[in-house]
């Protein structure tokens, strides 16, 4: 998507550990014209899908997920981070590696909002290793519920998670597939952008 991809090379600040920033319209402060029109092209390449849940994890997907809910007329489920080792027998659990702290979260959402006739589309503002998304795919699958897709803001496609979730099989449209990018602020777009 072109409009993304020209506001991250705009505004993105790529940290080093392959890290790239993007407080000024995303994960700070948000841009929510921006963050409409990310939703409105999901809602084009999910159209006809039958979508009847947004699935995604706190605390950086809210918001992008809350605006793809509004476009998609349904609900918006966020996944919960716990430390907490007793897990309630009342939510489906998995544990997730975080790429930005390092650490290990128990991921969380309640048996009450996810049901095996749901038909999944999980939202995250990142993709790197696919940690993250594999831990919200395994919720919804422990659910019995569809994961009809996966809807990504940024993809790092040289961090490997996006090619081995697609081998799997799994549906991941990303709005800006960055092919690499390197400490001197060179960003490479799959699009060629
Ligand atoms: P993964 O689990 O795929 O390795 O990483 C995805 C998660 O880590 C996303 O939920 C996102 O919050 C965070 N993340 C990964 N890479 C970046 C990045 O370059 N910048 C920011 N701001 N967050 C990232």
Redesign the pocket.
Known sequence: MKLLEDRIIQDGTI?PG??????NF??HQIDTGLLYEMACEWKRLYVNCNINKILT?EA??IGLASMTGYVFGCPVLFAKKSKTVNISPDVYSVE?????HKTVNTVMVSREYLHADDRVLII????????????LIALTELAGATVVGCGIA?E?EF?G?GPELRAQGYRIESLARIQSMTDDGKILFASGN
């Open positions: 940290k392959g890290v790239l920033k993007v407080d995303l994960n994890i950086s997907g997730v590696p975080s790429f930005t995250d503002d990142f993709l790197a290793t696919g940690a993250a998304l594999k831990g940024i790092k961090q998670g």
